[in-house]
Structure formats: C-alpha cells, structure tokens
C-alpha cells in the first residue's frame, strides 16, 4: 500500500509508487481481450473532445447468455492498489497526470448531511439518557432504604417472578460503566489530537478512530446490543476473534520448521508443511493426486496443519524423514526462501532442517483450544442473558412509566424515553458498522475471511490515511468534510477501493441486456418507458 505507515513512528514509508507500471485508474490496467483499453484520464479526454467509443449505436455487440457471461462480468473488477488514496490527492490530480479524481466516490448528498445531524443528535441523546435515567437508578438504590422500596412497589405491577429491582440496577451498571468507557475514549481520542497536532499521521490517526470507531458505538450502544454477539447470522463470523490458538500454532510450526518469526508468512509455513506431508506420506503416488494433497494441506489453517503434523508424523516420524531427505538430497547447504530472500533453496522446509521436539507440546495447544472453546460459551451465554434481561427490564420500565395511577413524568419525558427505547431497539445490530465491517473483512481479510492483528493495524492505517486526504483537499468544503467525518460507509469504501474497466463491462453487460430482451426477461420499468415517451419506444422498436 502507497503511503503507509510504519508500527513504530507513524511515519510514511518510502514505498516505490506501483501504481507508475500499473492502472491507477479504472480501466488503466491492460487486461486481455479483443476490447481496447484505455486509462481513466484518456476516457474523460476522449469524452471532453466528443471522440466516439467502442459502443456506438449500430455496432451492437452479440448476444451473451448468463452462464457465458458470468465468465466474464468480474473480469472488469480489480482493487485499486492503494484503495483510492493518491485518488483524492490534490497533488496527483493535476491537470498533466493520469489519475482520475475520487472525490465524487465520497462526496455527500443532502439527505447525507441531514443523516450527518442525526448520527450527533443520536450519539448526545443516547449517552444523555443513560447518563441521566441510570445514574438516578444506581444512586438511589445504593442509599436510600426508601427509594429501594418504591422501587420495588413500583415492579410488582408487572407480573413476573423475578427480582426486577435487583436485574434493572445491574443492567444500568452495566450501561453506566460501558457508556462512560466509551466517552471517556472518545474524549482521549480527542486529547490526543491536541497534544499530536502538529504531527498530522498520529493526529489524523486518532481523529480517525474519534469518528470512525467510538462515535458510531456512543450512538449504538445499550446492554441490548448485547444479543448482537449471539445473532444466527453472526455467532460464527463472532467465534472467529478466539484465534489465539492459531497463533499458537503459528508458532509451533515455526519452531518445527526452524524459522525465524521475522521471516515467516502463513503462506510459507503451509507451503512447508504440505511439502513435509508430501514427501512423508504421498512420495510414491502420481502427480494427480499429489497435486490435489498439496492443494488441501496448503489451505488449511495453521492449527489444522499442526494437528495434521500431531496425527501422521510422531518426533520418531520426523527424525527418520530428517535422516531420509538428508540422503537423497546430499549435504549441501540450504539457503531459506523467505520473503526477503525469494531467490532461496526451494526445497529449504525438506532438507533435514526439523526440529522434531516442536510436536512435543501439542498438548499445550489442546489446552489453549478447549479454553477458547469454554471462553467462548461462556461470553456467549453471557451476552444472551445480558441482552435478554436488558430487553425484560426496559419493557417492565415502559409498563411501570405508561401505566402509573398518578403520572410522575410529563408527557414530553416519556416520549423523550420512547425515542431513546427506539434507537436502542434499531441498534441491537448496527447495521452501518455491520457493513463498514464486512467490506473491511472482504477486502482486507482476504480469501480466509479473518483479518489477522497486522491486517487490522493496515485497516486503522488506511483509515487514518483516508481522514487526512479528506480534511486536506481543496476540492471539499467544511461542510462535505464534516459529513463524510460522520457518516462515512461501505459505498463510500467500495467506491474508493474497488475499479472497473468502463469497456469490458458495458460490452458484456449490453449483451446479457440483448439475450434477456430476447428471452422475455426485459427489466425495464414500465414507469420509465411511459416517461421515456412513445415516439422514443416506437423509434428503439
């Protein structure tokens, strides 16, 4: 990634610029194909000079049927290599360079910035009403006998036989401590920009993480998000972040190969590992199936690999393999291939280089497992009783506050509180961060859907990066800046990150158009030809 920063100073690194022999703009990368490509900047010239393109009316390109085209509708995609950075950079966007402009991938509407007014009114309302309806609550119960009384009067209308007094105090500690964590790290966030201000990558990196991460959490948060964690469709996606069992084997296998944790990637202790497996178990069979091996063992996951190594390869297994390979491949010295040595001896994981006493701890890696495993039940069950009596305390609240002989609140106050009941009950699954995250997983997580500790630093780096090319363009207002501050979300980040080649698309997507008018599958509002008119139907027929 262009314009990264380092772990240690925060200061951009000297990366060569690869966008120099690569596509920095949709359609600048050559792809191959009878379609002629052009850069993003050459397309704007060749329109603004009025030049014809390669679909032009009369040169109708031949029909594609769906399972033809799916072959080539993704081909037009690829990922801007530093995710649209040097793309909104007043710099890179003058008037001689071949970068086409980003900012309308950010830019924001009105109804945008009225959503901008919303996220702060929510984010004050919110922290408001639980700073103000539960510091009452827990102060009054831990010192007046006669409030804890009224308290508990008050809950005897509502027909449940549960101590109701005991439940609504902790659900408001709960909200109270998570709530005040939250503010107070919002707060440092901005303490921290004061102190960094003249340092723009520490600075823009908090008031990233400021807007980013706690702001959207202060407006979302209640003990009710807690049934979030255990969502059918997100349990799962949730048991993912208990990996500490994929590190430890990590480090297993980097201990058996012998090599350094600098110089490791997962890729290249798999790559290890399948060659151990091949050589140990399928020397002897044909290149098919030794190929269709090597693909299962270089997908697994660290911990598969060790337990695969645990299963079929004891420390006597991996002696005797040690002493075998050392004879077929003599005594010469093996250089490691490590990223930064890819020119190293191949076969560096196979010649004799084990250290067989690594397999020797698996059952310290057994433990660690079972422990996530109990550490994960337990969170869980934990965040479904919390989200499930938070939800039995608010409505037991609603029925005391609504149906009271003698009113103790006007009218305004209990519409107050239902406004604030609602936007809890919207944020049990914060749908614009649901998204932000799945966008970030898909892009940064890669092909094992997991984003890894260096990937999340990357993500917090590109955020950051992306909040400085925002607050310093010439091409935004203070207005569009403070909005895309707030309510910066996935599209935005597809927008920037992802490009597409203007030509392979529309001449595969205008031919699946030709094959489904054709089929009786036209999807052309009625509405829109109605308004397109009938002279302008009748001329197209």
Not at 117 to 134: C, D, K, Q
Not at 198 to 214: C, E, G, I, M, P
Not at 226 to 238: G, Q
Not at 242 to 262: C, G, K, W, Y
Request: contains cysteine; glycine residues 6%.
């Amino acid at each position: 990634m262009a314009g990264v920063v380092d772990y240690t100073g925060y200061a951009p690194l000297s990366v060569p610029n690869i966008r120099d022999s690569c596509s920095t703009s949709p359609g600048m990368r050559p792809r191959s194909g009878s379609i002629e490509h052009e850069s993003g900047k050459a397309r704007l010239r060749r329109i603004a000079n009025r030049k014809s393109t390669t679909i032009v009316p009369g040169a109708r390109p031949e029909k594609i049927e769906p399972r033809e085209a799916m072959a080539q509708l993704i081909a037009h995609l690829r990922f801007d290599p530093d995710g649209g950075l040097t793309n909104l950079n007043d710099e890179e966007l003058a008037s001689g360079s071949a970068q086409v402009s980003k900012i309308p991938a950010i830019r924001k509407s009105g109804l945008e910035m009225m959503l901008a007014v919303i996220a702060v009114l929510r984010a004050v309302m919110n922290s408001g009403y639980i700073f103000h309806h539960s510091s009452p609550i827990i102060y009054g119960y831990l010192s007046s006998e006669e409030y804890r009384l009224a308290m508990h009067e008050s809950h005897r209308q509502v027909h449940v036989d549960l101590p109701m007094t005991a439940l609504t105090v902790a659900v408001h500690l709960v909200e109270l401590s998570v709530m005040i964590i939250l503010v107070l790290h919002f707060l440092w966030q901005g303490a921290c920009v004061v102190v960094h201000f003249q340092n723009k990558d520490k600075k823009y990196l908090h008031v990233s993480r400021a807007f980013w991460t706690y702001l959207p959490m202060i407006q979302t948060f209640s003990a009710i998000r807690a049934l979030a964690y255990v969502h059918p469709n997100l349990i799962k996606k949730n048991a993912k972040n208990f990996s500490l069992h994929e590190q430890a084997a990590r480090a297993i296998l980097e201990r058996f190969l012998r090599v350094d944790r600098e110089e490791s990637t997962p890729e290249l202790l798999l790559e290890g590992f399948a060659r151990i497996m091949i050589q140990h178990k399928h020397k002897d069979e044909d290149e098919e199936t030794r190929l269709e091996h090597a693909s299962e063992y270089v997908n697994m996951t660290e911990y598969g690999a060790v337990q695969s190594l645990m299963s079929s390869l004891t420390a006597h297994g991996a002696a005797e393999l040690m002493t075998m390979v050392k004879e077929e491949n003599g005594s010469k010295a093996a250089t490691p291939r490590t990223p930064g040595n890819p020119d190293g001896d191949d076969q560096f994981f196979v010649c004799g280089n084990l250290d067989p006493s690594a397999l020797g701890v698996g059952w310290r890696l057994s433990l660690l497992v079972l422990a996530e495993h109990m550490g994960f039940l337990f969170i869980a069950f934990a965040a479904l009783c919390l989200g499930f009596v938070a939800v039995l305390v608010k409505l037991c609240h609603a029925v005391v506050i609504f149906t009271a002989p003698e009113p103790e609140s006007e009218t305004l106050h209990l519409l107050f509180w239902a406004a604030c009941f609602t936007n809890q009950i919207m944020s049990i699954a914060a749908v614009q961060q649901l998204l932000m995250w799945r966008v970030q997983v898909f892009v940064f997580g890669g092909s094992d859907a997991t984003i890894s500790r260096e990937e999340a630093f990357v993500i917090q780096i590109y955020l950051a990066h992306l909040m400085e090319k925002v607050w310093q363009s010439q091409a935004l207002g203070f207005s569009q800046k403070l909005t895309i501050s707030l309510t910066l979300d996935d599209d935005n980040l597809q927008k920037l990150i992802v490009e597409e080649d203007f030509h392979q698309k529309a001449a595969c997507t205008v031919a699946v158009s030709r094959f489904m008018t054709d089929q009786g599958h036209d999807s052309r509002s009625i509405i829109a030809e109605w308004v397109r008119g009938t002279e302008a139907k009748a001329a197209r027929v």
